[in-house]
C-alpha cells in the first residue's frame, strides 16, 4: 500500500473517530499507539474532537495505566468518571482516592507525550483540582500554567516541589 493511501486511511479513520465521544470507547478498544496517532494527526489538522477536553484527558490517563497493568486501569476507572457523571452528578467530596502510588510514575511518565495535545485550560477548574490533580499523574508546572488563567470562584491549593502554593483569582 502507497503511502498517500496510508494517509489517506489515517485522514479517514481520524475523522471518523473525531466525530465520537471518547466516553464511548472502552480503554481496551483503543490502543495508545493509536491514540497518540488520533491527537497528533488531529492537532496537525487543527481538527476538534467532539467530546470535551476532560474526557479527552481521562482516556489519555486510562490508556497511559494500561501500558502498566490492568489494576491500574481498574484503580483509575474508579476515581475518573465519564464525562456525563462529572458534569451531572459527582460528588467531589466523596473521598474517593485511589492508591496508584507504586505506578504512579510510570503511568505519569506514559501520559507525557499525550499531554501537549490536551488542553488543560478548558477543563473546569474544579475537575482539575479535585479530580486530576490529586493522582498527581499531571506535572505541577504544567498545572501552574493553567491554573492562573482559569476563571474560578474559588481558591486553589496546589504543590510544587513539596511546597505548598496557594492561588487566587484577583
Known amino acids: 500500500m502507497s503511502s498517500s493511501a496510508d494517509n489517506g486511511i489515517i485522514d479517514f479513520l481520524v475523522d471518523s473517530v473525531s466525530r465520537l465521544s471518547l466516553d464511548t470507547i472502552e480503554p481496551d478498544r483503543l490502543s495508545f499507539q493509536a491514540l497518540q496517532c488520533l491527537l497528533s ?12 477536553e476532560y474526557s479527552l484527558l481521562r482516556i489519555s490517563i486510562l490508556l497511559a495505566a494500561k501500558k502498566v497493568s490492568q489494576e491500574a486501569v481498574d484503580a483509575l476507572e474508579k476515581r475518573l468518571p465519564v464525562w456525563d457523571k462529572v458534569k451531572d452528578e459527582f460528588d467531589f467530596n466523596n473521598n474517593n482516592i485511589v492508591n496508584i502510588n507504586d505506578n504512579c510514575a510510570s503511568i505519569a511518565g506514559n ?3 499525550l499531554l501537549e495535545f490536551i488542553d488543560l485550560r478548558r477543563i473546569d477548574g474544579k475537575i482539575l483540582t479535585d479530580i486530576i490533580e490529586p493522582l498527581d499523574l ?8 493553567v491554573y492562573p488563567l482559569m476563571d474560578t470562584q474559588y481558591h486553589e491549593t496546589i504543590k510544587e516541589d513539596g511546597i505548598l502554593l496557594e492561588l487566587t483569582n484577583l
Do not use: Q, R
Open 138 to 145: 499531571i506535572p505541577s508546572k504544567k498545572l501552574m500554567e
Open 41 to 52: 494527526k488531529s492537532n496537525d489538522e487543527k481538527k476538534e474532537f467532539a467530546t470535551s
Open 111 to 113: 501520559l507525557t507525550p
